[in-house]
């Protein structure tokens, strides 16, 4: 039986939700490597929401978020890296989605000398609401990590190997 018009409307409004989902979590990393805070608050609902990052502390508040991020992340000599893949998008609801990413995060610090690898797992939900769709909640769990410690002279000495924090 052929799609009817309906049918391909709902098709390219699904389509659509999920490429602005896509670019809301690629908005959202971009701004955090770049550290461009107010658009890392601009990605997460303004209330309501749930961050919770392994080894962090659960986050209900974008603001106290995004102060913690600040802190860590907006200060010289820390060089942040983040790529997203392995997308899986589902809409569960003319208004909410659920997303599974994986994560490959490197960060430079220039202070210590190190540089830390992670792998890391997110597990998202977002909601539409006023017209636009948000970061509702975001979990992650970091599978693996590598962390090289530079000495002066170039030299490398892995600290820690494939062993994911405590958590």
């Given amino acids: 039986m052929p799609a009817t018009i309906e049918d391909l409307a709902a098709r390219l409004a699904a389509l659509e939700d999920k490429e602005a989902i896509r670019t809301l979590k690629s908005r959202y990393l971009r701004a955090c490597d770049l550290k461009l805070v107010e658009q890392v608050?601009?990605?997460?609902?303004?209330?309501?929401?749930?961050?919770?990052?392994?080894?962090?502390?659960?986050?209900?508040?974008?603001d106290?978020?995004?102060a913690i991020y600040e802190q860590m992340a907006c200060q010289g000599g820390v060089y942040d890296?983040?790529?997203?893949?392995?997308s899986e998008i589902d809409l569960t609801g003319p208004d909410e989605a659920k997303g599974l990413w994986s994560l490959n995060f490197r960060t430079i610090?220039?202070?210590?000398?190190?540089i830390v690898r992670l792998v890391v797992e997110y597990e998202d939900i977002y909601r539409r609401q006023d017209g636009r769709w948000w970061i509702a909640e975001t979990v992650s769990r970091v599978t693996s990590m590598l962390t090289e410690q530079i000495g002066e002279d170039?030299?490398?000495?892995?600290l820690?190997?494939?062993e994911p924090p405590a958590g």
């Fill in 41 to 62: 608050r601009d990605c997460f609902l303004p209330t309501g929401v749930r961050i919770a990052f392994q080894n962090f502390p659960e986050f209900t508040d974008r």
């Fill in 109 to 114: 610090l220039t202070g210590p000398r190190q």
């Fill in 81 to 86: 890296l983040h790529h997203a893949t392995n």
């Fill in 154 to 158: 170039g030299s490398v000495t892995v």
């Fill in 160 to 162: 820690v190997l494939a």
């Fill in 64 to 66: 106290a978020f995004v």
